[in-house]
């Protein structure tokens, strides 16, 4: 049986996400440069923020993962309607009952530090990794069972349940492949090579100088031959947002994703003919932005102030004035990208200030003389201005309804410490990737094993509800997919109930490259894949 066929066998081919073909329609498919790829040159790209580590083993931050793509490959990449194509994998089948999964693995290829790669390091990382400590694969792959290895190239799971989502994550972030000769016996978390990463992908680490660059070279051994046309890329760390936009403008940098600059410059750089912006390449991701709500918070704990707070916010406006229009409000945790899993039928909040301040009496809080009902902190996700001026509206939203609101800032590292380890906050705004399926990239967000254990981007609220859990939990290894859609829209329902996180806005981001780099977007999982495609349609050294 072939993979495409068994695949859509388990009900994949109901249940997979249209993120890709919505996008699609939104902002149109481009077609790539119309002649032979140009080998050379040194592709200069924005990273940012600094990324606290190289290697997605427990932090699945968005800058290690764009570094990360371009270094480890993945069982298989993902087109752009989100199929899943052969990379280390060249083929794969998958049993009619769901429970057995064969991986064929690609001939000949090897790690950067030229030793094999052989199924010992799929089967390692599954055991080591995507099944114990990953934030968003272990409840996926839990079902599990048994890994065999029969021989070098031959990587066979049994699973006690069907799980659904598998092929939906095993790209090269989704579930990193690390080298088991230079990670077995060692402190997983610990190990340098997190930060001085050995792939099989297309480019080398070569050098990572701290506040400034990560240096990565073409790799002479890649099995895609051929490729990548570049021979180096240079991730540099800018952190001023008009410094990022100034080197775009002067061609200092050729590739810049994430809204790499104030939405305000975008209009004006888009303008200049050696520029261009591009939307597509996120299809994979679903992004969206919400605000988390400490449930241990003597305020936050009553569900009618968080109630309160979300008629005290205008997603419209947030959508319009910060984001420009890169965003739609959210209704659901779950993006309305997803449509298959997408319930539009949940309890909503609309915009409403005196059914705020109604909420907030009935809560006990009144008015003081100066007009306070209490204070509170913000903090937001320092990925850049957008996310400090989330949280600059947000206070003034609440102002109007009698909350203060301080808002403090810190880095990456500090961040996530304080929210996800510590629960040392009242509010936060970040956002999560749903991907392809709500059981990769929403529920982590609301189930309570996730609490306090570090882990970035998990239950930060301290939510903690039986049947949520157990909709997580089962749902995880569900077969099948109408029960699975069913459980996921009662998911919804409870959340926007409860509202331990307020879901702000559907997100849209976009990417600003040089006019004469080609090819900058072949696969619906671009931005955290690699860039062996790209190559100069000129020498950028001679503009």
């Known amino acids: 049986m072939s993979d495409k ?224 046309y570049l021979d180096r890329i240079v991730f540099r760390v800018i952190p001023d947002a008009s410094a990022r936009a100034a080197a775009l403008e002067k061609g200092e940098v050729q590739y810049a994703p994430y809204n790499p600059v104030p939405f305000r410059d975008v209009d004006r750089l888009t303008r200049l003919p050696h520029l261009k912006v591009e939307t597509r390449g996120y299809e994979w991701l679903s992004p969206l932005l919400y605000m988390d709500f400490n449930l241990a918070n003597p305020y936050l704990k009553d569900v009618r102030v968080r109630r309160a707070i979300a008629h005290a916010v205008d997603l419209a406006a947030l959508a319009k004035i910060v984001w420009f229009g890169y965003a739609l409000p959210a209704i659901s945790p779950v993006p309305s990208t997803l449509p298959t899993f997408f319930n539009p039928d949940v309890p909503r909040y609309a915009y409403d200030l005196k059914k705020a301040e109604a909420l907030l009496d009935e809560a006990g809080f009144k008015r003081g003389a100066d007009g306070t009902r209490f204070t509170i902190t913000h903090d937001f996700l320092p990925y850049g201005d957008d996310y400090l001026h989330t949280g600059e509206f947000l206070k003034q939203a609440l102002k109007r309804v009698g909350i203060e609101v301080t808002i403090r800032t810190q880095d990456s590292a500090a961040f996530i410490k304080r929210v996800y380890a510590d629960a040392d906050f009242d509010t936060n705004n970040t956002y999560n990737n749903a991907f392809p399926d709500p059981q990769i990239g929403v529920v982590r967000a609301y189930w309570s094993g996730w609490f306090k254990t570090g882990t970035a981007w998990t239950n930060a609220s301290g939510y903690k509800n039986a049947e949520v859990d157990s909709l997580i939990e089962s749902t995880g290894v569900e077969g099948n997919p109408e029960k699975r859609i069913a459980n996921l829209k009662r998911f919804q329902e409870i959340i926007l109930r409860d ?33 062996k495609h790209l190559w100069f349609s000129e020498d950028p050294a001679q503009k």
């Open 5 to 228: 066929k068994a695949f859509f066998r388990l009900g994949f081919k109901q249940i997979r996400v249209f993120a890709g073909v919505a996008a699609a329609v939104i902002f149109g498919v481009g077609t790539a440069f119309a002649g032979t790829p140009r080998p050379g040159g040194t592709l200069s790209a924005i990273l940012n923020p600094e990324p606290v580590t190289l290697t997605p083993v427990v932090n699945m931050a968005q800058p290690t993962q764009v570094v990360a793509g371009n270094v480890f490959d993945g069982l298989v990449y993902y087109d752009r309607d989100l199929t899943p194509k052969p990379a280390l994998a060249e083929s794969w089948e998958v049993s009619p009952d769901g429970l057995r999964i064969v991986f064929r693995l690609r001939k000949g290829v090897k790690w950067h530090d030229g030793k094999p790669f052989t199924a010992a390091d799929v089967k390692w990382s599954l055991e080591n990794l995507w099944k114990t400590i990953h934030p968003r694969n272990k409840p996926l792959f839990e079902s599990v069972e048994s890994v065999e290895t029969p021989d070098e190239h031959t990587v066979i799971l049994s699973l006690s349940k069907p799980s659904l989502p598998i092929l939906s994550v095993i790209n090269g972030v989704g579930s990193v492949i690390l080298p088991k000769h230079l990670y077995d016996g060692t402190d997983l978390l610990n190990n340098p090579y997190n930060n001085q990463p050995v792939g099989t992908g297309p480019f080398v680490f070569k050098e990572w100088k701290r506040g400034e660059y990560v240096l990565l070279e073409k790799n002479p051994d890649y099995w895609d031959k051929g490729k990548p």
């Open 499 to 531: 509202l331990p996180s307020l879901p702000l806005l559907e997100l849209h981001f976009f990417t600003i490259h040089s006019a004469n780099l080609q090819d900058v977007v072949v696969q619906g999982d671009q931005v955290y894949s690699s860039l």
